[in-house]
């Protein structure tokens, strides 16, 4: 069965103390966007970059049953795009420059882009609102219109799974929303499986479809988000009670709820 296929995946880094990821077992099917939540510290990040091959898998993880060592660089690189937390330049590279490089998986060495790189990185501009910039050296351009840039780049990079770091946390609440319906589209119309880490619950239960709440360096759960989402669930793995709030069209938001703050 095609997917990523996680087995007893553990990480003990040298001069820990204890393992950042402990006996971790699941099974991505391609066509979700799936969102991985947890508190900081919990193992979001350590487990989406052994899922990428960037820390070393060993035979724990399987991309369409052939372990991520094995496959060679190039391909991976066709199969995976990732957009990290934080993208920074220190070249005088414009903004369509940091876009191409998404398609270097697909070009010979050295040779100039062709007409399919030109579409996809103008089509990838067009999707990550970034036409006004598009000339723009990357030197001056905000946090959040780096982090559009750098999501541009992996969308020109037309991978079936595209990973991201806190796609979100340095977006402003509109380009949030705006970068979710992004995703959504990729996921719908061009068939990319998307796995991310958030932070923020009701974007992750508005758009995701399956969740993975690590806790501890475990899976705590995974699942469904509408199953798994749950008040009783979010209270395991963040230490809050939570309260389920429904909007006058149904939406539903979940919202923590604490009786008593110490103030130190």
Not at 11 to 26: G, Q, V
Not at 58 to 76: Q, R
Not at 90 to 99: I, M, R
Not at 167 to 181: A, N, T, Y
Request: glycine share 8%; charged share 20%.
């Amino acid at each position: 069965m095609n997917g990523i296929k996680v087995d007893a995946l553990s990480w003990h880094p040298k001069n820990t103390e204890s393992p950042i990821l402990k006996e971790i077992n699941f099974f991505l099917e391609p066509g979700y966007i799936y969102g991985i939540l947890g508190t900081n510290g919990s193992g979001k990040t350590s487990l989406l970059k052994h899922l990428l091959g960037l820390l070393p898998p060993g035979k724990a993880v399987e991309l369409n049953g052939v372990s991520l060592g094995k496959i060679k660089p190039n391909k991976l690189a066709k199969a995976f795009s990732y957009v990290p937390q934080n993208t920074a330049v220190s070249a005088d590279f414009t903004v369509e420059e940091l876009v191409m490089m998404g398609r270097a998986p697909h070009q010979k060495r050295f040779a100039r882009p062709q007409k399919a790189d030109q579409q996809a990185v103008s089509k990838a501009i067009r999707l990550a609102g970034l036409e006004q910039v598009r000339s723009k050296s990357a030197l001056c351009l905000s946090g959040g219109e780096m982090q559009r840039v750098a999501v541009a780049r992996a969308i020109a990079q037309q991978a079936e799974w595209m990973f991201l770091d806190e796609p979100v946390s340095s977006l402003d609440l509109g380009h949030q929303l705006e970068l979710m319906e992004i995703l959504k589209e990729l996921s719908k119309k061009n068939q990319v499986t998307v796995v991310m880490v958030l932070h923020d619950i009701n974007l992750a239960i508005h758009y995701c479809s399956k969740l993975l709440f690590m806790k501890s360096g475990r899976l705590y759960a995974a699942g469904e988000t509408e199953s798994t989402a749950t008040a009783e669930t979010l209270k395991e793995v963040y230490g809050l009670d939570f309260e389920e709030l429904f909007t006058a069209d149904g939406t539903k938001y979940m919202v923590p709820v604490k009786s008593s703050y110490v103030l130190l």
